[in-house]
């Protein structure tokens, strides 16, 4: 079916058919990720992400994927661009540096152009992002309690992975030398090429069926231009602020306030977060694009609500909005910080922050707060000797864990479930004892941990996990000394916690928020996650 030619003024449904059009490459190129992914991190938790970019490296399209992920993919796109700005085709480039396009070392994205037979420059970029459960430091999972990014495992600046279509052996060789799991990240990495190729392949029959693919994307681009500087106007000029802190880094230090005042005129936007708290000392620093990519998720979510109709590729290039960070900063970290809980849970807690300024213009639009948290578990040991697999190889493992989402004006939030910035699925109890050598004693509901109030927040999740092996667990979790608010008269959610039953029995121990230990076999740990907080006044 050919595509129907552009007009002069935009066409709500030529623009609609476009829109879906590239979004179903980025949905394709995430089933064709997700099939052929080795981890169960990628392939059951769905800890991945794939976009497409026009020429010029802005965003066309976004799968529905993670958030975090999505709204930081551009700065990806264009540090590999400023690295390489001619890729031919046949071209992969890989980075995972947060100093230069990433967010933090596990998550590894590969970038491709597209090129047209005969054509010397590249007509579309398709760029698909994943998170591997090692990319080596400290610890196994990579997410240690560190002090610099140093610690926390390979850093790899825009570099070829594939050049004119032939692997650089001397990279995968580089990659599978420095992590604990290496047949597993090499299949991940051959999932994001196998992506890649799908979203090459759908990009070059686009441009069969059209007759300017480059118009088209032009036309995407400033269709979301338009949508998101109409959503702005909907929100009443003013400026409107919004406070909340991260507990602590995992080294003493905290609370680590986050500020933001968000200016409103017209149809422009600025989020202002000075203020917010130097650099930590541990590893709760976010990068700026980690910051670009929460504010993008909450005006993709509020212009969505006020307008009813979907904001294309997350707004496009954000025209209309400007981001003005601090230096040196929790929400702006630089080289050497430590960031590996940047990305999981400060992204969440400046979504919090943005959310609750947005309710002193908004009140009666905005939710209560959700979790605020991703629960970060990892483990890592050795198989044991009868091991029919891999006698005694070693294995990680990485998840989050979902909680309870905050209550809206419209009803009551859900429960056990991945909020915001994350957009995961939570891992099957049979997935995790199929893979590793963990038992999974408990998985249910924690009943009673919403906020109260006339719309009530969702219940958190617990889980208790008994070790077959000997393991070293890390957990980077928040939330843990007071829970989500609620609004508008509604009560806050129960705060998360974690804790650790010797093997045969003994007094459980409280686990601090952040924290690495290895725990023996047989021995239990359960770790709760928070409520969401409730909406309005209690009816009794």
Known sequence: MQLPPPTEAPDPARLEVLRQLFTAVAEEMGAALRRSALSPNIKERRDYSCAVFDAGGRPVAMGDHMPVHLGAMPASVQAALARHPEPAAGDVLILNDPFEGGTHLPDITLVAPVHLEGASSPVAFVAARAHHADVGGMTPGSMPLATEIHQEGLRI???????????VSQVWTMIRANVRTPDEREGDLEAQLAALHRGRLRVEELARRSDDLAADMAAVLAHAHRTLRAGIRAIPDGVYRGEDHLEDDGFGGGPFPIRVALRISGDELVADFTGSAPTARGGINAVGAITASALRHVLRCVVEDLLGTPLPAGGGAMEG??????????????PPAAVAAGNVE?????TDVLLLALGGALPDRMPALSQGTMNNLTLGGRRPPDDP??????????????????????????SGVHVHMSNTLNTPVEALENEIPVQVEAYRIRRGSGGTGRHRGGEGLER????????????????????????????????????????????????????????????LLTVRSPGGGGWGPPSN
């Open 321 to 334: 909005v400007r981001l003005v960070l601090p230096e040196n900063s929790v929400v702006n970290a630089a």
């Open 389 to 414: 697999r891999a006698p005694g190889a070693p294995f990680t493992w990485y998840e989050t864990m979902g909680g309870g989402m905050g209550a809206g004006p419209d009803g009551p939030g859900l």
């Open 346 to 350: 400060a992204s969440q807690r400046i």
């Open 157 to 167: 600046p825009p570099m070829h992975l594939v050049r004119q279509g032939r692997r």
């Open 464 to 523: 208790v996990l008994r070790p077959l092996v000997p393991v070293t667990v890390t957990l980077l979790a928040e939330r843990r000394t007071r829970g989500p608010r609620g609004v508008r008269g509604g009560e806050a959610g129960a705060p998360g916690s974690a804790h650790l039953e010797p093997a045969g029995g003994g007094p459980p121990e409280t686990l601090p928020a952040k924290v690495t230990f290895e725990a023996a076999p047989h021995s």
